[in-house]
């Protein structure tokens, strides 16, 4: 793919970046490690005060940068700039609390043998970040703000169609007062990837993306016997019970669907319905759904905005047409609309079979599968019927309904009677092919760094 800013809403190429040449990845590369050795040195009141200015900067900045975030991927300015303010509230979060996530750990002298003893945490160095398109500035900064307040550099290696995003970050974090080499956006594609992560000089990486890129990232990683994160994907279940709020589950339903166009990792994808209160729910979730408003993202107006890329979008209409090949019943949406742009109704499906991409697999566009469940039973079997295991939702007022949905749900998330999201006190991550590790919260911040046991006789 071409580094390029390309309008999804028009298709339109609106400005074409050349990747960097193999010697301005050993520039980076060199001013990462001699950046490193700066930041490692500073003090974590030193870092706080950049990441609040980097903070500060993002608020004054809001709307030029929602607008720059949508003319890339097609994000409604809205979600756009509540993104910018979310990347804001984090570094405010991680300037607050990495001192206390990171403080030296004491352990029992007396039965170590020991004066003293204790486990601090140090940087392990640079990490590189492969980050995807769908929150351009909020995936790297839920890496960037805890990487860089545990001391480590960050080096960004972003999704090849929001460019201008991938600047914005090393540009921030430099007028926010970080030493140069803190943090470097690379302009590569995903062929140099191998090569950067090799680099003796890279001690980790972090990767959201596909199940491909994923294990690809892994196995040289592995090969070069260094530490990653890995987040890939999802398709959460979000069940509703007999006793749930029905009005309310579904107009968060239609939220947690639809949100950034779909293109969202921890976006319900596979409603559960009991069969007690199935036809209210479906009645109220198709009439929410149908009357989302799609088209110019800019608009303030607007609910839905386009798909990323054409390839997205076409994936998206390939696997519904699928599930409609194989007897599955479209209830709203489901049809490319004509004229130009990468747009695609909101489009609820229900009939699916195992034999349907759309059981298990992850869509990631505005499209939910609907399912009539008859027992907790048959809801817990289908929910876990899938490779992923990112996020799940449950919707049910019953206290002992709601302890057995935290305990039988796979995942790295439980929502009861509320929408997944992610939140920087909050630790962000999935098990089965959605990926390992964490981010956010102390776990996050601890991924990267070493571990060091200390004992004073």
């Known amino acids: 793919m071409a580094i390029a800013t390309t309008n ?5 190429v609106l400005k074409t970046f050349e990747p960097m040449s193999d010697e301005q990845i ?52 809205l979600s756009a700039r509540a993104e910018v303010g979310k990347c804001a509230v984090a570094c405010r979060f991680f300037a607050e609390h990495a001192e206390g996530y990171l403080a030296d750990e004491p352990v029992d002298a007396d039965l170590v043998g020991a004066k003293r003893a204790y486990a601090r945490y140090e940087p392990l160095g640079a990490v590189l970040a492969v980050m995807p398109w769908n929150f351009p500035l909020w995936q790297a900064m839920r890496f960037a703000a805890p990487a860089l307040m545990a001391g480590n550099v960050g080096l960004l290696k972003h999704a090849s169609n929001v460019p201008q995003t991938a600047l914005f970050m090393e540009d921030l974090f430099r007028r926010a007062g970080f030493p140069d080499g803190s943090f470097i956006t690379l302009l590569i594609g995903s062929g140099a ?22 294990r690809a990232v892994a196995a040289i990683a592995g090969r070069e016997l260094k530490k990653t994160v890995l987040e890939l994907g999802g398709s959460d279940p979000f069940i509703v019970m007999p006793s749930a709020d029905l009005p309310r ?21 596979r409603f559960l319905v009991h069969t007690d209160v199935y036809d209210e729910f479906a009645e109220a979730f198709v009439a929410s759904m149908s009357s989302l408003v799609v088209g110019d ?8 905005g386009p798909l990323a890329t054409g390839s997205g979008r076409d994936e998206v209409d390939a696997q519904v047409r699928d599930a409609v090949a194989h007897g599955a019943t479209v209830l709203c949406g489901g049809q490319v609309p004509d004229g130009p742009g990468w747009f695609y109704p909101p489009t609820v499906v229900t009939d699916l079979t195992p034999q349907m991409q759309m059981w298990s697999d992850e869509v990631f566009g505005p499209v939910a599968g609907l399912f009539q ?7 817990v079997a289908i929910a876990n019927d899938t490779s992923f295991g990112l996020g799940a939702n449950a919707w049910t007022t019953d206290p002992d309904e709601q ?3 935290i305990t039988d749900l796979a995942a790295g998330a439980v929502f009861i009677n509320g929408m997944v999201a992610s939140h920087p006190a909050l630790p962000f991550g999935g098990i089965k092919n959605s990926g390992y590790g964490r981010e956010l919260s102390a776990h996050g911040i601890r991924e990267f760094c070493n571990i060091k046991t200390v004992w004073v006789g």
């Open 403 to 405: 302890e057995r949905f």
């Open 297 to 304: 993202p800019m608009a303030e107006g607007t609910d839905v």
């Open 193 to 214: 990837v191998a090569r950067v992560l090799a680099d003796p000089r890279v001690r980790a990486a972090t990767l959201t993306g596909s199940e491909g890129a994923g």
């Open 26 to 77: 050993e520039s980076a590369l060199s001013r990462a490690a001699a950046g490193l050795e700066h930041l490692r040195q500073t003090s974590f009141a030193q870092r706080a005060e950049w990441l609040r200015a980097a903070a500060d900067i993002l608020d004054s900045e809001a709307d030029s940068i929602a607008r720059m975030m949508t003319t890339e991927m097609g994000k409604t300015l």
């Open 8 to 12: 999804p809403a028009t298709g339109e």
């Open 373 to 379: 469940v008859s027992s907790y039973d048959e809801a």
């Open 249 to 269: 589950a579904a107009a968060v339903a239609t939220t947690a669907r639809c949100q950034n166009n779909g293109q969202s990792c921890i976006a319900a994808k």
